[in-house]
């Protein structure tokens, strides 16, 4: 019998010819997913002794990070809403065991609370090793925003109030990282000037889709553009943020110029001095559980997006990236030397306040994107944008929070009420 079954195996197969063709595609599929895949994470780097702040850390992408920089032997501080969600409390052990560092934890911060936000930056700040005189800020190596990177919004079939839902969510996550990178930088600025500082934000691939139509002074709210140009302008807005925020940094490091005479002719300049904090922009692409499953609404348990994912699977798993590939950039923008710590001229080092895609140096595509990167006054008009979008936060946080007292003040009053009068037969009135 088996002789039998291997001779009819044998004179069933295919014809030289259709197996020729069948692995030439194959070999095309392999090749395109390789080139879709973009360039490997080509650096390393020993994180043993350095702290690591991981907003978004359960994320697909985040959790990639998370188990590099584990089984590299960094401290890890991964930012979540809720401590008690299932996720981390699952997570963090298991990866505990099985990269043998213990140095991994959960802090709850939820990023659409500017009240949550401000109460961890400030137990961060608070926090210090040693007493007294002795006492030393708490050490922070690096940041990355990991949270910024999902895809928010449907390309099809959302609502009115869906869209506007989209839109405030979009706003607050990159408020969320104004806030974050904001307060901390006291804390950033109180290291030694030796140690290596890295801010990291992860942004979407979609900045390119909002260079014609980008408004340094307002977020793109209009409900008529679509979801890749809502998308866009908010990535643009965080690229053009990273590079006012080293600029600002570098003045902060750059020494004070002593009062000059002026009847003096020539006057000495100071030049300008890189910070020791770099922030820097990583696009990793497109990824397909963060970019193209929510842009299908698969990741929002819809039928139809369901089965749209399902249909393009194959070509989804081609030409987008998993999540161990998205991971690639941000580790290279982490794991990168710096002019002071390599003196190799063939090494590249980190460029602070540039955007990072495929582990390199990019542009914002055409003149004007570069135009919006080199200009400071577009970069201090987005700052000053999310300056007045984070105070417009603030106040709608305190006048909900506000109406939920006046609404938990009304509950027990209206249960602890006394009961109604007897009606005329003396039993209790019916309402």
Same mark, same amino acid.
């Given at each position: 019998?088996?002789?039998?079954?291997?001779?009819?195996?044998?004179?069933?197969?295919?014809?030289?010819?259709?197996?020729?063709?069948?692995?030439?595609?194959?070999?095309?599929?392999?090749?395109?997913?390789?080139?879709?895949?973009?360039?490997?994470?080509?650096?390393?780097?020993?994180?043993?002794?350095?702290?690591?702040?991981?907003?978004?850390?359960?994320?697909?992408?985040?959790?990639?990070?998370?188990? &590099?920089?584990?089984?590299?032997?960094?401290?890890?501080?991964?930012?979540?809403?809720?401590?008690?969600?299932?996720?981390?409390?699952?997570?963090?052990?298991?990866?505990?065991?099985?990269?043998?560092?213990?140095?991994?934890?959960?802090?709850?911060?939820?990023?659409?609370?500017?009240?949550?936000? &401000?109460?961890?930056?400030?137990?961060?700040?608070?926090?210090?090793?040693?007493?007294?005189?002795?006492?030393?800020?708490?050490?922070?190596?690096?940041?990355?925003?990991?949270?910024?990177?999902?895809?928010?919004?449907?390309?099809?079939?959302?609502?009115?109030?869906?869209?506007?839902?989209?839109?405030?969510?979009?706003?607050?996550?990159?408020?969320?990282?104004?806030?974050?990178?904001?307060?901390?930088?006291?804390?950033?600025?109180?290291?030694?000037?030796?140690?290596?500082?890295?801010?990291?934000?992860?942004?979407?691939?979609?900045?390119?889709?909002?260079?014609?139509?980008?408004?340094?002074?307002?977020?793109?709210?209009?409900?008529?553009?679509?979801?890749?140009?809502?998308?866009?302008?908010?990535?643009?807005?965080?690229?053009?943020?990273?590079?006012?925020?080293?600029?600002?940094?570098?003045?902060?490091?750059?020494?004070?110029?002593?009062?000059?005479?002026?009847?003096?002719?020539?006057?000495?300049?100071?030049?300008?001095?890189?910070?020791?904090?770099?922030?820097?922009?990583?696009?990793?692409?497109?990824?397909?559980?963060?970019?193209?499953?929510?842009?299908?609404?698969?990741?929002? &348990?819809?039928?139809?997006?369901?089965?749209?994912?399902?249909?393009?699977?194959?070509?989804?798993?081609?030409?987008?990236?998993?999540?161990?590939?998205?991971?690639?950039?941000?580790?290279?923008?982490?794991?990168?030397?710096?002019?002071?710590?390599?003196?190799?001229?063939?090494?590249?080092?980190? &460029?602070?306040?540039?955007?990072?895609?495929?582990?390199?140096?990019?542009?914002?595509?055409?003149?004007?994107?570069?135009?919006?990167?080199?200009?400071?006054?577009?970069?201090?008009?987005?700052?000053?944008?999310?300056?007045?979008?984070?105070?417009?936060?603030?106040?709608?946080?305190?006048?909900?929070?506000?109406?939920?007292?006046?609404?938990?003040?009304?509950?027990?009053?209206?249960?602890?009420?006394?009961?109604?009068?007897?009606?005329?037969?003396?039993?209790?009135?019916?309402?």
């Amino acid at each position: 019998m088996p002789i039998h079954l291997v001779a009819e195996v044998i004179a069933n197969l295919p014809s030289n010819t259709n197996l020729l063709y069948t692995f030439a595609g194959l070999a095309v599929a392999i090749c395109l997913q390789a080139w879709a895949s973009g360039r490997s994470n080509p650096r390393d780097r020993d994180m043993h002794g350095r702290t690591v702040l991981l907003v978004g850390g359960f994320t697909p992408t985040g959790l990639t990070i998370l188990t &590099q920089l584990a089984q590299r032997g960094a401290q890890v501080v991964a930012i979540t809403p809720k401590l008690a969600d299932p996720l981390p409390q699952l997570i963090i052990p298991a990866l505990r065991s099985t990269s043998g560092n213990e140095l991994l934890f959960t802090e709850e911060c939820d990023l659409r609370s500017p009240a949550s936000i &401000q109460a961890f930056c400030n137990l961060l700040i608070k926090a210090s090793n040693g007493t007294g005189a002795n006492s030393e800020p708490p050490r922070l190596d690096a940041i990355i925003f990991a949270h910024e990177y999902t895809h928010i919004g449907t390309a099809y079939g959302a609502s009115a109030s869906a869209r506007a839902k989209d839109v405030e969510e979009r706003e607050q996550r990159s408020l969320a990282t104004f806030m974050m990178s904001t307060l901390l930088l006291p804390l950033l600025l109180r290291a030694p000037p030796e140690r290596d500082v890295r801010i990291i934000n992860v942004v979407n691939p979609y900045y390119a889709a909002a260079v014609a139509t980008f408004d340094p002074t307002t977020p793109l709210t209009m409900k008529t553009v679509s979801v890749s140009q809502l998308e866009g302008d908010r990535s643009l807005r965080s690229i053009v943020f990273a590079r006012h925020f080293q600029r600002v940094v570098n003045a902060l490091a750059s020494p004070v110029a002593p009062p000059t005479d002026e009847t003096l002719a020539q006057v000495s300049v100071t030049p300008p001095t890189n910070s020791n904090i770099s922030f820097v922009a990583a696009c990793p692409g497109f990824s397909r559980w963060e970019t193209i499953a929510p842009l299908f609404g698969a990741s929002t &348990q819809s039928l139809l997006g369901v089965l749209l994912y399902a249909l393009l699977y194959p070509l989804i798993f081609i030409f987008a990236k998993s999540a161990t590939a998205s991971a690639h950039t941000p580790l290279y923008t982490l794991f990168m030397p710096t002019a002071m710590r390599s003196r190799q001229e063939n090494v590249p080092k980190i &460029q602070g306040g540039h955007l990072y895609r495929e582990c390199a140096v990019v542009q914002v595509p055409t003149q004007q994107g570069v135009l919006l990167m080199s200009e400071e006054s577009i970069g201090r008009a987005v700052w000053e944008s999310y300056e007045k979008g984070l105070e417009a936060w603030k106040k709608r946080e305190e006048e909900e929070l506000k109406d939920l007292a006046v609404e938990s003040k009304k509950k027990p009053s209206e249960a602890t009420s006394p009961p109604p009068p007897p009606g005329p037969s003396g039993k209790m009135k019916q309402t």
